[in-house]
T-cell receptor, first 114, second 114 residues
Framework: DAMVIQNPRYQVTQFGKPVTLSCSQT?????MYWYQQKSSQAPKLLFH???????NEADTPDNFQSRRPNTSFCFLDIRSPGLGDTAMYLC?????????????FGAGTRLSVL | AQSVAQPEDQVNVAEGNPLTVKCTYS??????LFWYVQYPNRGLQFLLK??????LVKGSYGFEAEFNKSQTSFHLKKPSALVSDSALYFC????????????FGTGTRLKVLA
């Protein structure tokens, strides 16, 4: 059974049209992550939450925002998508209990900006 | 700064032969190392991790990894490759800055030929 669920699996949007990607988890994990992955490259961390504490990466464009309304859900908002934002977006969780824990990934949302 | 390097973009191996996917790391302090696998259009799946203890770590699907402190390496191995092992493999290290961030290598594409 899927523990980290991303919706939609595929999203097509137009240049400049806002888009929201969603992620939910059934693991009750404290930490949730958003990664951007282009063309089988390494996943690039955009930001992560420890509970409600938001941690933005220094090189994450302002165009990318995130919300975590509760433990189970996390959203990635792209306010004005550009062609360069076409990528796979991966959500992941980890327990954040202090031990060195593993990350659990969703299946990803493949975003195409036309 | 912490980092991991995967020197090979692609590894080809014949089915039934042993396989090795290489990873080297650079960390301050104790390394917490991971291997993940990614199948097409899917998220990453955890294979194994090294925290401390035995240098040979066993993981999922018959994979194992050998930690070598003197060579700062954490190579992924399998005694007998299967065609179904063909995928993208990522080495990762846990950031030691006190956050819950993980740093991924650039990935190695494994092709197992029948």
């Amino acid at each position: 059974d899927a523990m980290v669920i991303q919706n939609p699996r595929y999203q097509v949007t137009q240049f400049g049209k806002p888009v929201t990607l969603s992620c939910s988890q059934t693991l009750n994990h404290n930490v949730m992550y958003w990664y951007q992955q282009k063309s089988s490259q390494a996943p690039k961390l955009l930001f992560h939450y420890y509970d409600k504490d938001f941690n933005n990466e220094a090189d994450t464009p302002d165009n990318f925002q995130s919300r975590r309304p509760n433990t189970s859900f996390c959203f990635l908002d792209i306010r004005s998508p550009g062609l360069g934002d076409t990528a796979m977006y991966l959500c992941a969780t980890s327990s954040g209990t202090g031990e060195v824990d593993i990350q659990y990934f969703g299946a990803g949302t493949r975003l195409s900006v036309l | 700064a912490q980092s991991v390097a995967q020197p090979e973009d692609q590894v080809n191996v014949a089915e039934g032969n042993p396989l090795t996917v290489k990873c080297t790391y650079s960390v301050s302090g104790n390394p917490y190392l991971f291997w993940y696998v990614q199948y097409p259009n899917r998220g990453l799946q955890f294979l194994l991790k090294y925290i401390t203890g035995d240098n040979l770590v066993k993981g999922s699907y018959g994979f194992e990894a050998e930690f070598n402190k003197s060579q700062t390496s954490f190579h992924l191995k399998k005694p007998s490759a299967l065609v179904s092992d063909s995928a993208l493999y990522f080495c990762a290290v846990r950031d030691a800055s006190g956050t819950y961030k993980y740093i991924f290598g650039t990935g190695t594409r494994l092709k197992v030929l029948a």
